[in-house]
């Protein structure tokens, strides 16, 4: 899939088939001009849908989710240069949406303490009904999860990604991301039971 | 019957797919920047930014060595503990005490001991460097039936001790948990010696020689506080946190006179402990809910409202507060997971700014903050 966004005009034609250890940006003092913005397009029109379904996952409503979204790749700017080769590219921006949704997690948080009217938005009436009771009663049990258990499990149980690579979006070690998986299992598997 | 992982799978992947693609905003326009312009200030930044911190350190510290002296000439030796409060805390380990610096850790001074016997209990006097320290005999009997000395503590502003003296004497009929900042107000727990069947809690006034006692289920009595004038009791039961006039006459505490108190809402499987009584007014408890973790509320006992302060980071082993109220210092436990991921202690101390949330680790260690064992000394 990058591959087909690195085929934009410009010098990004001319990294088709480059190996994945060259460097994905222009080389350092050479200014990123029009083809930066191509590139940064072409990874937001190849991701968007995917980056933006799982920040929906972590922040509960899509308007918040895509703020997110738009957000790290305003950011992308800054940090493509130091993105060394196309495969950092995506885990970058699976952390950083991951990292991105806690902050906003956080405001919330504060923004209730101080009182202020800003709760946090309620799931459509059309979402709720297509989600179905079931669905209802497990999503309900994670969000009573901490925060990096629901994590844990929605990478790994919607992105189905392994736990090395959780671990690397997580910033946590390999063995963290089974030992809270299994907690979190167990957690839910002891809560979906008194609920039925 | 689906697995617990397969109804996850089904459950996110039906959450996710309500975000259509057709229904997403595009990018924003970046704000465009001349980009020559930006590399520019990017290498300018880089280059200036480092001198211009050094020459800042440089100045200020030019500034503290030439000015100090000026500006406070009465301050022959340097005082040593600076920055925000705590500026000291002085640990009971076993039959010692010694005062730390609270910012950096190291200890300040060894307390002599006036007589042998072990530190039980320490409360802040009045004024920031002063404090009471309670001893009882050395034999294991006498921690509950036996003499109980209470010696003045006086810190000079440098941190140094001046020799203890006596400030009075009691007999004890029980476990001392809790004293008022002047020592007139103990609370006491009957038989909690015997393990952890204490079944009531006695606050003895001495001046007046009366006391009340409360009973309370055995085995139920958690970390009982007293006010720092002596006036107010709060203590944790298995079914609330009870906040009490120690005047009044004694009786059973029933959950109608927790009614009063119970301004915050306790849901199942929630737990509470560790009661605080402030000076201002605040009682400071932390709770537990099943799966959040443990969170510092502070209830205010004029208007009854309680608020959340802070989810605190680990499970909490011990809270005491300051003089004024504002700052906490928290000594809580780390879980496996955690220090896993981070290492160091298992156990921490941190001061908690109770206005604005922030917490900060202090250096000192934290041994000898210890429920119904004795307390760090705060020192302000």
Redesign the interface.
Known sequence: MLVSVTQQRGWVRRVRGMRTSEPLLPPA?Q???DDF?DL??GL?RAH??GL???A??LVGD?AS??DVV?DV??NL?RKLPALRDRDQVQPYLRAAVVNRSRSLLRKRRRAL?RRAQHDPPAA?A??TA???E??RA??QA?A???RRAREV??LR??LELPDDEIAATLA??A??VR??ASRA?A???RE?KEEQ | MKSIEDRLRDTFRADAETVRPGTLRGLPERRARPARRAARYRAWRQAVTPLAAAAAVIVILLGATVAAPRLFPGHSTPVIASGPPPFYLGIRNGTELAVNDATTGQIVAQVPQPRTGAVLWIATETGRLTFLVAFIGQQAQQRCTGPLWLYRLQLTSAGQPLPMTLAATATLHGMLTAMSQDGQVLAIVPNGCSGNTADGITVLNRTTHKSQHWPVAPGSLLEPSLSGDGSLVAYATGFGIAVLPTRVAGGTISGRDLAGIKAFEFGRNTVADHPRLAPNDTMYFATHHRGNGWQLRAYNLTSGKTRLVKDLPGNPLGIVSDPSGRYLLVRYSLSTAQLRRGGGSAVRLVRLDTTTGKITSLAAHASGMNQFTGEAVLAW
């Open positions: 003092g200014p990123p001009g913005d940064v397009s937001y968007a849908l933006v379904r799982l929906k996952l899509q989710a895509e738009q790749f305003l700017h303490l459509s059309e979402a297509m989600l179905g079931d669905r497990v999503k994670v009573r999860l901490p499990l929605i149980y919607y946590v070690s063995g963290t030992s809270t299992i957690t839910l598997a979906l």
